[in-house]
Antibody, heavy 121, light 107 residues
Framework: EGHLVESGGGMVQPGGSLRLSCAAS????????MNWVRQAPGKGLEWLSY????????KEAAAVRGRFTISRDNDRNSLYLEMNSLRVDDTAIYYC??????????????WGQGILVTVSS | DIQMTQSPSSLSASVGDRVTITCRAS??????LNWYQQKPGQAPKLLIY???SLESGVPSRFSGSGSGTDFTLTISSLQPDDLATYFC?????????FGQGTKLEIK
């Protein structure tokens, strides 16, 4: 029914860059829209970015626009988040999530386990 | 952006209690409203989609209702396994905003 695994997290200095990956399995990756969501320590969920199934349409939250870029490789069943100009307040667990779309239903039905990104000097 | 406000922020209840969590949108989201459960140390899990549809595999003690701007998640008989934080999310428009969460504790 679908499985997502994030990788690429870790510690980085302010102003640095990281590239997160999300490997998909168990479903037809190329037919689903995908999203990135993050959760700062002890805080709630924050939607970051969306990409259409073809990759032709992307959307970002204002907080990361111009610094984070979502992309995908349907041949590799993989989703990516390129993060530049990282700030201390970008410290969070980052989740990739599959978006299910049906009549009246736009929901995130499959989530990865999350990957920690720590931005600190 | 559509703002989502949940209440209460935290809640303590006993096993067997009926529990209700509310979520209010700053403008109508019709029925594009989802509920997620996040247990400590885990990723969120979809419970309810389209305001009132139960996700496959989710126990029937969970239910959702509402439309427009006001929504409710109800647990009919609280179980120890329901210890978690619950989030609502609107999927009517981008950004897909979440409520701030309701932390549910078991007395």
């Amino acid at each position: 029914e679908g499985h997502l695994v994030e990788s690429g997290g870790g510690m980085v200095q302010p102003g640095g860059s990281l590239r997160l990956s999300c490997a998909a399995s168990g479903f037809s990756f190329s037919t689903y829209e995908m999203n990135w969501v993050r959760q700062a320590p002890g805080k709630g969920l924050e939607w970051l970015s969306y990409i259409s199934n073809s990759g032709n349409t992307v959307k970002e939250a204002a907080a990361v626009r111009g610094r984070f870029t979502i992309s995908r490789d349907n041949d590799r069943n993989s989703l990516y988040l390129e993060m530049n100009s990282l700030r201390v307040d970008d410290t969070a667990i980052y989740y990739c999530a599959r978006e299910r779309r049906d009549y009246g239903d736009y929901s995130f039905d499959v989530w990865g386990q999350g990957i920690l990104v720590t931005v600190s000097s | 952006d559509i703002q989502m406000t949940q209440s209460p922020s935290s809640l303590s209840a006993s096993v067997g209690d009926r529990v209700t969590i509310t979520c209010r949108a700053s403008q109508s989201v019709t029925n594009y409203l989802n509920w997620y459960q996040q247990k400590p140390g885990q990723a969120p899990k979809l419970l309810i989609y389209a305001a009132s549809s139960l996700e496959s595999g989710v126990p029937s003690r969970f239910s959702g209702s509402g439309s427009g701007t006001d929504f409710t998640l109800t647990i009919s008989s609280l179980q120890p396994d329901d210890l978690a934080t619950y989030f609502c999310q609107q999927s009517f428009s981008t950004p897909r905003t979440f409520g701030q969460g309701t932390k549910l504790e078991i007395k």
